[in-house]
């Protein structure tokens, strides 16, 4: 079965370099650029003819789909919602960087494993379970699976199927790109990421 993972499209968090997490705060929604983005996907994903389509329940990602292929049947499921940033939320990346500079990764541009311990945030590990456990509850389809989620957990499914303990030195795939997954029983390949 083949899944592709789509990451949603720019928000003003991602552009302002701000730690969005799983907040729906306004500076966590689409930004023109970002419709424009999701809506340029329109003929990319409809050549897809997917048979299911899943969504994280955040607005930037219900945007996402919105404006890429408009009123389509598709499921909601938590497990897909972005990592929860605890006390990061809402704060810059040099917030981050000047007052905890230990749980900082600047090649990456996010926290480090270990950062809820002074965030009450979600551990890497965390998510990784949630979206392994996602990817391995979808029933078996004859065509392919769309899945409109975020960045880290798109990261949290490479790490999970390549078995790779963290994320920290995976890169966040770009807004709107797509990751090719597939799945023989609990048997995963990557064939691609963020293209």
Known sequence: MEIYLMRH????ANHD???????????AQLTAAGRAQAAGMHDRLAALHPTQIFCS??????ETLAQALGDVPVTFD????????????????EWVKTLYPEWWH?????????????????????VARRTMAFLRSIPEQAGPVLVITHGFVIRSALAGILGVPETETLLEPPNVSLTRVTRDCDNFAVWYYGR
């Open 106 to 126: 600047a090649a990456v541009g996010n926290v480090l494993s270990g950062y809820e311990s002074v965030s009450g945030g979600e551990s890497f590990t965390d």
């Open 17 to 27: 370099l701000i730690i969005q997490g799983d907040s729906n705060a306004p500076w």
């Open 78 to 93: 938590t497990r897909l919602r972005e990592i929860h940033y605890g006390s990061f939320q809402g704060h810059t990346q």
């Open 9 to 12: 499209g720019e928000t003003r």
């Open 57 to 62: 329940p955040l607005d930037r990602t219900r």
